[in-house]
Nanobody, 120 residues
Framework: VQLQASGGGQVQAGDSLRLSCAAS????????LGWLRQAPGKEREFVAG?????????YYAASVKGRFTISRDNAKSTVYLQMNSLKPEDTAVYYC?????????????WGQGTQVTVSS
């Protein structure tokens, strides 16, 4: 599967953004999908994930829980990350990624990343 992330930008603290990640291929629904981010000088970290098929289970990093929401639209082969109440520490390159199975430890497919910059 090929992933294409979009929706990043430069915003003020407290603003909202919605990231999108469109996928190619006809088996989109079978993938576990995640959003990860990497800030300058820091390691890449998990942000949010959503289970395969109906997406009935979602997962969040503690730092974004209650502010970010991950969702998927299998008909559009797209996963979203709604980001509210953004903080300067959310500044990073955001990547969408896919696992072949929900329980896999690593992501098999990666998008190219989209920059999110939050100023105070």
């Amino acid at each position: 599967v090929q992933l294409q992330a979009s929706g990043g930008g430069q915003v003020q603290a407290g603003d909202s953004l919605r990231l999108s990640c469109a996928a190619s291929g006809r088996t989109f629904s079978q993938y576990f999908l995640g959003w990860l981010r990497q800030a300058p000088g820091k390691e890449r970290e998990f942000v949010a994930g959503i289970s395969s098929w109906g997406g009935g289970t979602s997962y969040y990093a503690a730092s974004v829980k209650g502010r970010f929401t991950i969702s998927r639209d299998n008909a559009k082969s797209t996963v979203y990350l709604q980001m509210n109440s953004l903080k300067p520490e959310d500044t990073a390159v955001y990547y969408c990624a896919a696992k072949n199975r929900d329980y896999d430890r690593t992501y098999a497919y990666w998008g190219q990343g989209t920059q999110v910059t939050v100023s105070s």
